[in-house]
């Protein structure tokens, strides 16, 4: 490739090819139009705050209630572009999905006897992100990131991304968790179910937040730690969880 490297493969994420290269530059070119945009909701809120002070008897601090409430809107819509943008970090390639969900399951679960181990392979299988131990049973999750516009949603129990089947997304993890359970459940006697999960870090989930579909419950990083500890809390003892840790530690090969 003419001024590339021969050491460093191109990302597709980073080629002209790819729906995020798309995505940055239309972001870019657009960011005139949303500073124009800003200036005028600042202004509007800046008419709006003289006459509020005004309706309520401000006259002397009309113009101070303009200013801050034309500066609140214009602080309020950058934060939501910035917001917009942000959420696509995962997709973009800017962030890795595993680290951010990583994070998030320590900090809401590791005080409440909860295990979280991170980048977990059965011998010459594929690999999961985090496996999760604690007294509402085990979990396996991974982290996958679609376009913002793609609807995820269950449809006759279904699971569709768009207008695509997501069996292929649904059927890999489903099997590595029943995998995951058997090596567990011979190694330690402990009768072991794996409830697979999906962290979605980009695509448009509904109202609920959740989609469970095809064995498969998918919903954002930040809501994981949620779901896990509305689990029944008495499925495992503190030995078995202490166990089943131990043994997933030594058996499961790290990547």
Known sequence: MPGGSIYVQPNEKYTGSS????YEKFWREDAPNRRRYRYAKAAVGFVVGIALGI????AGGSAITG????????AGDWLLDWYSFHKTAVWRGAKRGELITGRLLRRSLSRQSYHVLDGRAIRGQASIDHLVIGPGGVW??????????????????????????GSKTAK??????????ELLTRETG???????????????????????????TLAKPRAMAKLIKAADRDVLSPSQIELLSRTAARELQRV
């Open 190 to 216: 402990v009768q072991v179910r794996i409830t697979p999960m999906l962290a979605v870090h980009c695509g448009l989930l509904p109202k609920s937040g959740v989609v469970v579909a095809e064995g498969l």
């Open 140 to 165: 396996i999750i991974d982290n996958e990131s679609w376009s913002p516009d793609t609807e995820i949603a269950c449809y006759a129990g279904r699971l569709f991304f768009g207008e695509k089947y």
């Open 172 to 181: 890999p993890l489903v099997e590595q968790a029943e995998a995951f359970a």
């Open 55 to 58: 309706r309520f008897g401000l």
């Open 67 to 74: 200013l801050l409430l034309g500066a609140l809107t214009f």
């Open 19 to 22: 729906p995020q290269w798309w």
